[in-house]
């Protein structure tokens, strides 16, 4: 976002608190003018009381009926105790200085000099939150648009693609070398590895993530010294066929980088420990990416820093 509109938002929202402080201060005003008139009717009736002589009246007025809203508007700049209110009721007269003193202050507080301070508040404050709103309306057209991150992958600018091998090699049970023709295995499985390594290869896939599995059998003591867990032996599956696939000797140039990993089996429970479906959890997949994988991404597959 540039310099001047990270501004002018600035400015925007001063002006909105300046807009939302006089709406406030008209809402108070309206408050305190109520406030005045009551108590000016008090003191009006305060007033008529003691000119008619009935000083009992006067009296109870201050005392019972408000002696708060008579205080209020006797004190617009001066607070008064109650007693001062009595006294000024019972001396009241349109020549005293107290008298002189709270007309003076009504006046300057008259109901139509306050009227017209409130509607400068509100013509104020509405003025800066219509402002305001024109100011961030206009500012949303200098936004700069939010656009959707490009994945970028190497030195190219579009996303690498990912191929999965036509076929998995498979292995014997608790075995971690790839099966050759002629052992009494029922696949070469060197073959396979050559016959995906030139699938890749006319896919223009320049590198590969070999993902290794066993299925969920205990090993047995020999094995379990050997691999230490059917983890340790998906691993190991994974490492052989990534070998292969490094080798700048077989069957075409090398891919770079090839990153072996494991996955767990994928048939679980006691309902699957068939033939079949332990067999299936004794294979490698080979996936191609068509761009260079850096260094520190290999690492940190492999579980490096």
């Not at 696949?187 to 993902?211: F, P, T, W, Y």
């Not at 959890?281 to 579980?303: F, I």
């Amino acid at each position: 976002m540039p310099d001047w509109l990270i501004i002018a938002r600035v400015l925007t929202l001063f002006i909105e608190a300046a807009g939302l402080y006089f709406l406030t201060r008209e809402i108070l005003m309206a408050q305190k003018t109520e406030r005045i008139g009551a108590g000016l009717e008090s003191i009006k009736r305060i007033r008529d009381a003691i000119q008619q002589g009935d000083w009992r009246a006067a009296v109870l007025e201050i005392l019972l009926d408000s002696p708060a809203t008579a205080r209020f508007a006797l004190s617009t700049y001066k607070t008064y105790s109650l007693q001062e209110c009595k006294n000024i009721a019972l001396r009241w007269d349109s020549t005293t200085p107290d008298a002189t003193e709270v007309s003076a202050r009504w006046h300057h507080l008259t109901a139509q000099a306050v009227y017209q301070w409130r509607a400068k508040l509100l013509v104020i404050g509405v003025f800066c939150a219509f402002l305001a709103l024109v100011a961030g309306g206009a500012l949303d057209l200098f936004e700069p648009e939010e656009r959707a991150p490009t994945v970028v992958s190497g030195s190219g600018t579009k996303a690498p693609a990912l191929f999965a091998a036509s076929a998995a090699i498979r292995f014997g049970d608790g075995e971690a070398s790839i099966p050759i023709a002629g052992d009494g295995s029922t696949a070469d499985g060197v073959r396979s590895v050559c016959a995906i390594k030139r699938e890749l290869q006319s896919r223009h896939m320049r590198s590969a993530v070999v993902i290794g599995r066993a299925d969920q059998r205990d090993l047995s003591a020999k094995l379990a010294q050997r691999f230490s867990s059917n983890i340790g032996l998906a691993q190991a599956r994974a490492n052989a066929v990534a070998a292969y696939l490094r080798d700048p000797s077989f069957c075409g140039p090398a891919l770079s980088p090839v990153i072996p990993l494991v996955a767990g089996p994928s048939h679980i429970g006691r309902d699957n420990r068939s033939p079949a479906s332990l067999a299936e959890d004794r294979t490698v997949s080979v996936y191609g990416l068509d761009h260079d994988v850096p260094a520190s991404r290999v690492r940190l597959a492999q579980g490096g820093r």
